[in-house]
């Protein structure tokens, strides 16, 4: 399939994110891809896998969705309202590298995440202010606590790059590709992911890449005010093995409970009808820098 000349990358840093993870998800997909269609992906983030897919043209049809609304707002933001956008990410930036003092630096941020968790109605400002926070946060990380606040600390950055202006406009360009029937190849939902089930068929490759499950005692699943338990882990592997039977294409991805402890099967028994291949990662979000090194995680399909 031709390849288009762009180096379109994700806006967002996010926890899990699978820029790193591409080539061993590309080395795994199904001999016959090419026989799928449609791709659908329940748990978008930030998009790494997608992003490469559609840069390819791998697809004729793509379905992304996450529970996350404030993620999926700035989705649709960056695809119906670019140069908005674009302006108020300006805007932040300016403002932000103008202060000279890290307190103050600081201050703003906290006005910053004060406002995002307010009650606003404006989606662009909204969606530049997930950017903002993404950026100057602790670790590019994305959390909420039990009332839905985004409650990440400072990062303590002095002169971060906010926002990437070419990048914005190249996945808005990405968003709003038409097939030859004039319809949009890109549907964006914000459901949880047993809701996508009558887009599936035969003819689709899903990518599962759920909110891990914690290899460590203080390990993140709340990326969202609803935490991802190992209930919903298994209530996922239920929607697993209801897609396998409609046969279409599956890859998950997960944590390695074994990395913690080498009798933790949890995966290894709730996926034990499919492959179950152990990759090699690296865990970008640790408290300690010496746990930030070369892991395992896992890749699961419904094919060899």
């Known amino acids: 399939m031709k390849q288009m000349n762009n ?97 103050l630096k600081e201050e703003y941020y906290y006005n910053i995440r004060e406002k995002f968790n307010s009650d606003n109605n404006d989606t662009t400002i909204t969606s530049a202010w997930l950017i903002f926070l993404n950026k100057t946060c602790y670790n590019g990380l994305y959390r909420e606590n039990s009332k839905g606040n985004f409650n990440v600390p400072f990062g303590k950055h002095e002169a971060p790059n906010i926002y990437d202006k070419e990048n914005i406009k190249l996945m808005s360009k990405m968003l ?14 914000n459901t949880s992911f047993e809701n996508l089930i009558s887009y599936i068929d035969a003819t689709t490759f899903v990518y599962l890449d759920p909110p891990y499950r914690p290899i460590t005692s203080r390990g993140f699943t709340a990326y969202n005010k609803s935490n991802f338990n190992d209930a919903s882990q298994i209530n996922l592997s239920q929607f697993y093995f209801k897609l396998d039977q409609y046969k279409a294409k599956l890859m998950l991805s997960n944590s390695d409970p074994k990395v913690l402890n080498s009798n933790d099967m949890f995966f290894d028994n709730l996926y034990s009808s499919y492959e179950i291949k152990r990759v090699s990662a690296k865990r970008m979000i640790n408290r300690n820098g010496k746990g930030r090194g070369p892991i395992t995680e896992l890749l699961i399909t419904n094919y060899k």
């Open 176 to 189: 709003n590709k038409k097939n030859v029937n004039g319809e949009y190849l890109v549907k964006i939902f």
């Open 7 to 103: 180096n379109l990358k994700p806006i967002l840093k996010w926890a899990g994110g699978k820029t790193q993870m591409l080539p061993n998800i590309i080395e795994n997909l199904p001999i016959d891809i090419t026989n799928q269609t449609k791709y659908v992906e329940p748990f978008i983030g930030a998009g790494a896998v997608f992003l490469h897919f559609i840069k390819e043209n791998q697809f004729s049809e793509y379905i992304i969705n996450d529970i996350n609304t404030k993620l999926i707002n700035l989705y649709i933001c960056i695809k119906e309202d670019t140069e908005n956008l674009i302006q108020n990410l300006e805007k932040l930036q300016s403002e932000y590298l103008a202060l000279t003092d890290i307190n």
